[in-house]
């Protein structure tokens, strides 16, 4: 690892305004790597991915499901009612769209492709009692390429030490957090079960990135790794009539990320203390943690093949954020201070999904769904790197069920993010910035049953 300062120092306080200017242009750097990290597509989370199944796409409504082994997800004390046996799903997301920052009338697009975002759910069911597995993607899983750069470059010409413009640069990042839930549920009357589990997450960001000003080249490569452990409790009401209520609740996931980094032509990492490289410096800790997610459903399994639900999400975001939005002063070494990890400006998110299915010639069932998302973020919160926008999403799609061992789901849907207004300070002045979002996901479930 090498951090070799950008400037020379001559005097001290040549050396202090270098530092200051070299922080100041890396912190486009950073930011740039960070805009890589996609929220969530339908959740009214920051943190989280409520799309972990086939059949979710196609209904965007099931907490309170009981008809397939993607309940073990959703409403998992509702495994035991599934039928004795060994019950398999799994599925996979294709995800296309497009994100875009508008500012001064040039607009910065980013594709979005996410090839495979994959979720597999398994249960045992053995009279009233049933054991479940689940591996999903409960946040990140994509990446953005911002071809034209983004706004905040810049700044960067305000705050370099020359009026050369960059010449050339390349920005990469990535994130993943792996679910991995294991738990039972027992039904404690005909009517009523109940379920408990344990969530393994584990958590991985890489940034890197490069960039030439003139006849310097600086560079950057980090990974922050994370791994959180939370409970998962349900219960599953079935009275009759045909209908059932359903309810989860996850609690936080404390997620503490440490990074492991190499920086050529940075200034000594022992001086990013209050900085937005902070929480890049080696061996440096950020505190983000997932928060607790509550799910309530009703589903009516209605006369002549109608099933009407209804879903909700409380995403509590605000209770997360147990850590300041200024970081402490790093230590001696510069290595192991606590940075921020959630704004404080976020307010809790939440959900609210509907659906609609028709059950036909005994083995089809097509459907239709809609959710609101609400992600508690704002004006305040919106920025280059982040920007969690609210949406609103319709979906459809059908399961073929071909014979009691196997089955196929299809789903599609599309998202509408409503535009989400910032600002980005360019020396005293700060100027308005226009965020958007489009995305279509495409999922294939394949369900066995023995």
Do not use: C
């Amino acid at each position: 690892m090498s951090s070799t300062p950008l400037y020379a120092p001559s005097v001290r306080q040549r050396e202090a305004e270098g530092m200051q200017t070299t922080i100041r242009k890396f912190r486009t750097l950073i930011l740039i790597a960070l805009v890589v990290m996609p929220t969530g597509a339908y959740a009214g989370g920051v943190e989280y991915l409520t799309n972990q199944s086939a059949d979710y796409i196609r209904t965007f409504s099931r907490n309170a499901a009981w008809d397939n082994v993607d309940v073990v997800t959703f409403n998992p004390a509702a495994s035991t009612f599934l039928g004795n046996g060994i019950h398999l799903s799994l599925s996979n997301q294709t995800l296309f769209g497009e994100y875009s920052a508008t500012y001064k009338g040039k607009t910065y697009p980013a594709d979005v492709l996410v090839p495979g975002l994959p979720s597999l759910q398994a249960a045992y069911v053995r009279d009233n009692w049933a054991a479940f597995v689940a591996f999903t993607i409960p946040s990140g899983g994509g990446s953005l390429d911002y071809a034209e750069g983004i706004p905040y470059l810049e700044p960067l010409a305000t705050f370099a030490s020359s009026s050369e413009a960059p010449t050339e640069g390349r920005f990469a990042g990535s994130s993943l957090n792996y679910g991995i839930m294991i738990g039972g549920a027992y039904k404690v009357l005909d009517v009523l079960s109940l379920s408990i589990g344990a969530r393994v997450n584990i958590a991985k960001k890489s940034y890197e990135g490069e960039v030439t000003y003139g006849d310097k080249r600086a560079e950057l490569d980090t990974q922050k790794d994370a791994v959180g452990v939370t409970g998962v409790f349900g219960l599953t009401l079935r009275p009759g009539f045909g209908l059932t209520f359903g309810a989860r609740y996850e609690l936080k996931t404390p997620m503490t990320f440490t990074s492991t980094t190499e920086a050529v032509n940075l200034v000594a990492q022992d001086t990013w203390a209050g900085t937005p490289l902070a929480s890049f410096a080696n061996d440096a800790t950020e505190k983000r943690d997932m928060p607790g997610v509550l799910g309530l459903g009703f589903q009516w399994d209605a006369p002549l093949g109608w099933t009407v639900s209804v879903s909700y999400h409380r995403y509590f975001t605000e209770d997360a954020d147990s850590a300041k939005d200024v970081p402490p002063s790093i230590p001696e070494s510069g290595l192991g201070a606590y940075t921020r990890g959630w704004d404080d400006d976020y307010l809790d998110g939440w959900d609210l999904g509907v659906s609609v299915e028709y059950s036909f010639l005994s083995f089809v069932t097509v459907s239709v769904g809609y959710i609101r998302a609400v992600t508690g973020g704002n004006s305040d919160t919106y920025s280059d790197f982040e920007y969690a926008l609210d949406s609103h999403s319709i979906g459809g799609g059908a399961r073929v069920q071909f014979s009691k061992l196997f089955g196929v789901t299809l789903g599609v849907s599309r998202t509408f993010y409503s535009d989400g207004t910032g600002s980005l300070a360019v020396g005293f002045d700060k100027f308005d910035e226009i965020f958007k979002k489009s995305v279509i996901d495409v999922a294939l479930g394949l369900h066995v049953s023995i």
